[in-house]
């Protein structure tokens, strides 16, 4: 149940607290699932529920305080946590808003996350109770939140070396697991079911497709249509470990690998090792951005950029964009992500996942090989 | 990649249009998964991604009109949607909202859900600049979607029973999948594998726990102790097929069973007889809480319900409570999962998942055995 050391908390409240006081922020309040997690521990699929909403205050000085429903508080109590306040949730009448209304009391200026790749998850009704009744302020806190979030400790860092080798067994595996003739969603079963034999816990994201030379969009779910020779399947995995993602896909050549497709996995190829070569701590991910983006020869794709942070969730801050001026830092895990418009219409997508270092970044994932592997 | 015919999402359509009609609503706007799916049919596990905004918007008059990054417009073209508009995302300058406040313009009051069970998924900030530069108001229309949604298509009962029957027969391989020995995680990813292989497309929910005659809490992850003689061992699965959840617990006893646990499960199967009994249209939720509640002799336990709604999400409107008084309808899908707090401490919950009709409750699980099952 504990997937940390309780130093690894602590560690993560200091920084929030001092971040807090250079913000002059006298507490921050979360209520989404990757920051209650980061900052309590507290890990259950139990948010696939829309429910109740669960809260946690981390003061500028002082303990975290937990306001949740009374079903979470035996898990609660397995963290590091000792400040627990429960009601019986759901409850129509109040869920918990004059709870934390009162656990925020004599706070002036608390900080919330509200900008980018946020959101609410509470009615925003409550929020609107709970925000008249307030007699302070709420200040997007996001920049905080990102920048504690982004760099990842040794003990993360571990997680996450073990799912991304997980996902890259499994994708090791696929000439067992795919064959011509095999409906795209069995494909998709049996892929799921190689990454929970070696040892996802689960696989909250797998999309991917297959088309002959390429195929139409990346974020679908599979048709029942078989794999036909000179397809190209693509499958991107979000598998997970403890509550850390890997997010990487590979192309497979079924039967044979039609030239447009050899020549775009080329492309796609060299723009990795481009990004690999560009990603150093010092760098900004827009010239990560460039580097790909120059590799690829210019033109643009509709994915909106090339590559993210990577951790908690299937994507994080940064962005590969050329607007993001975020500076790798060690410690960072991002994917490398170049997707290419074909002449035919269809596209192709490359995704490794790496970590920044002082020197040259290490790969999380197992690289993909040079030439579109044919199965 | 279609889910449902034309027809059905032509009726979600009228149906809504009418009650806004009756609201006095000029449009609806939705930004989150189960509503933009429910009326578009767009379907993906992108929304794992946080990172960009998704909006669909439903005028009184008219056909649907879809907001959302460019990344899904492929996707969202082989829905029924003809009226999509896309940008560039994410783009921290303006990540859809002035393109969402142009197909707004000219609305003077426009549903958003805001209540019970919630949440806005889009950056707060962006909504508030949102709501500054729309000249209309947002009124909470959390009601209507309840409505609209609790009561499911002869389509939708057809993958909700799918979808009940794939969890039952891997629940029926219990005796081939559980072991005394097992670690209690390698338990969950057995069974996860066996969802899989029955036919589920992913298992976005697996809770559970084991102990000795009765277990802790029921939302927690499985820890990696082994499971023991005299275990009481329970796992609560939310698979999904095409997009809709089983959401129901089976309880085994490892090895023996102690006479402390074969009372528990026999009050609860009793319990759920009763429910059964009073799970009638025309009757209320408070009616079939208090039939469990006096089952169960009284008592309260931390769950805070005796059972919730089912369909596309995990948990859906109503809630099985003392307060809720929706009615029950022929067509409403729901969960009948009384709880108890056990004299030693520990808890036992079960669960099963029911079709209202005119007459008596079909069942879509296949009924839990009457005693206590030994493996």
């Not at 139990?46 to 898990?75: E, H, K, N």
């Not at 609107?128 to 993360?156: H, I, N, P, Q, Y």
């Amino acid at each position: 149940m504990i997937d940390f050391e309780l130093a690894e908390f602590q560690a993560r409240l200091e920084r929030a607290q001092a971040a807090m006081a250079a913000e002059k922020l006298d507490a921050l309040l979360f209520c989404t699932e990757a920051e209650v997690r980061y900052f309590s521990g507290f890990r259950t699929q139990f948010w696939q529920s829309p429910t109740r909403p669960w809260f946690l205050i981390l003061p500028r000085g002082g303990a975290p305080v937990a306001v949740i429903p009374r079903i979470g508080a035996d898990l609660m109590a397995k963290t590091w946590i000792e400040d627990i306040r429960t009601w019986s949730s759901p409850n129509p009448a109040d869920d918990g808003v004059s709870l934390l209304a009162a656990a925020l009391k004599g706070y002036a200026r608390v900080g919330l996350p509200m900008g980018a790749e946020t959101s609410l998850r509470m009615p925003l009704s409550d929020f609107m109770t709970l925000r008249a009744s307030f007699g302070g302020a709420f200040v997007d806190c996001t920049a905080l939140v990102k920048s504690a979030r982004m760099v990842k400790s040794a003990a993360e860092l571990a997680i996450l070396r073990k799912i991304c080798g997980i996902g890259s067994a499994a994708f090791a595996r696929a000439p067992d697991i795919f064959h011509a003739g095999q409906p795209l969603d069995q494909a998709f079963r049996a892929f799921k079911i190689a990454l929970l034999r070696e040892g996802a816990e689960d696989v909250p994201y797998l999309a991917g497709a297959a088309g002959q030379g390429g195929y139409g969009d990346v974020i679908s779910p599979p048709s029942s249509e078989a794999l036909r020779e000179n397809d190209v399947l693509m499958l991107d995995t979000g598998a997970v470990l403890r509550g850390y993602f890997c997010d990487f896909d590979r192309n497979f050549a079924i039967g044979r690998a039609p030239d447009e497709a050899k020549s775009a996995y080329d492309v796609l190829w060299r723009a990795s090792e481009a990004g690999l070569a560009a990603a150093r701590a010092g760098a900004t991910c827009r010239d990560l951005y460039r580097a790909m983006h120059d590799a690829l020869g210019g033109g643009t794709s509709d994915v909106g950029r090339y590559g993210h942070g990577l951790g908690m969730q299937l994507t994080e801050w940064p962005s590969i964009c050329a607007w993001d001026e975020t500076v790798l830092q060690p410690g960072m895990t991002i994917t490398l992500e170049p997707s290419l418009n074909m002449a035919s219409g269809k596209m192709m997508v490359h995704e490794e996942n790496i970590l920044i270092t002082e020197g040259a970044p290490q790969l999380l994932s197992e690289r993909a090989p040079p030439e579109l592997p044919v199965i």
